[in-house]
Each structure stands twice: as structure tokens, then as C-alpha cells.
């Protein structure tokens, strides 16, 4: 389960991004999550509550997830597509496509601070 890896690796990143006040201040973390960035929804956010739970108990804090929708863009015509079950072929012309535009995301989109 590298979920907890990932929640402990964004509690990380916005430590290195953030002063201490600032941190403690947290209260909504807001990802953008790619369809093939590999994370199962449940499991991303058990992880998330029991580091929240045991590392940041005196601290609530909430976990918001933007799921991003893979699209890939066709060499061909240039048509950007949305994937539907997991078939790479453009929309638009038929053909196979290999460029993925978005899908593979694991961000930090946006963070709220109590005031």
C-alpha cells in the first residue's frame, strides 16, 4: 500500500513549503489525482486519516480529492481525447494514440489555513 507514502510525502513537501505557523494552520488539502497515477480512492483516504490521526492528532484536517480523467492527444489530427476503458484511440479520427496529456497527475492543487 504506497498510499501512505504518498500522504506522508505531501505532508513533507508542504512542511518544506510552508512555516511552521503556516502549517499548524492547515485545515483542507486539496489533490488533483490523475487516473493512471496508480491510487485507490479508499485506500488514499484511509491513509490520510490515520497519518492525520497519529502524527497530527491536535490538528484537523480534511482530505479533498479532484480525480483527473485521462487525455491523450492524437498525432495525427490533434485531437485531444478523453480515454474511455482504457482504449488509447482518438475520438475524433480512430486512430491509436500514445501521448497522454493528462491522467499520470499527483498534485497538490490547492491548501486552506485557518485564519
Given at each position: 500500500?504506497?498510499?501512505?507514502?504518498?500522504?506522508?510525502?505531501t505532508f513533507r513537501t508542504l512542511a518544506e513549503e510552508f512555516s511552521?505557523?503556516?502549517?499548524?494552520?492547515?485545515?483542507?488539502?486539496?489533490?488533483?489525482?490523475?487516473?493512471?497515477?496508480?491510487?485507490?480512492?479508499?485506500?488514499?483516504?484511509?491513509?490520510?486519516?490515520?497519518?492525520?490521526?497519529?502524527e497530527f492528532a491536535n490538528q484537523p484536517m480534511k482530505l479533498h480529492?479532484?480525480?483527473?480523467?485521462?487525455?491523450?492527444?492524437?498525432?495525427?489530427?490533434?485531437?485531444?481525447?478523453?480515454?474511455?476503458?482504457?482504449?488509447?484511440?482518438?475520438?475524433h479520427c480512430q486512430r491509436p494514440c500514445s501521448q497522454v496529456v493528462?491522467?499520470?497527475?499527483?498534485?497538490?492543487?490547492?491548501?486552506?489555513?485557518?485564519?
Amino acid at each position: 500500500m504506497h498510499e501512505i507514502s504518498l500522504i506522508r510525502s505531501t505532508f513533507r513537501t508542504l512542511a518544506e513549503e510552508f512555516s511552521e505557523v503556516e502549517f499548524k494552520k492547515i485545515t483542507d488539502i486539496h489533490l488533483k489525482i490523475g487516473q493512471l497515477a496508480n491510487v485507490e480512492p479508499i485506500l488514499l483516504q484511509n491513509a490520510f486519516e490515520a497519518v492525520v490521526s497519529t502524527e497530527f492528532a491536535n490538528q484537523p484536517m480534511k482530505l479533498h480529492i479532484e480525480w483527473l480523467p485521462t487525455l491523450i492527444k492524437c498525432p495525427v489530427c490533434q485531437h485531444t481525447s478523453e480515454v474511455t476503458q482504457y482504449r488509447f484511440v482518438c475520438q475524433h479520427c480512430q486512430r491509436p494514440c500514445s501521448q497522454v496529456v493528462q491522467g499520470n497527475e499527483l498534485l497538490i492543487g490547492k491548501v486552506e489555513l485557518s485564519s
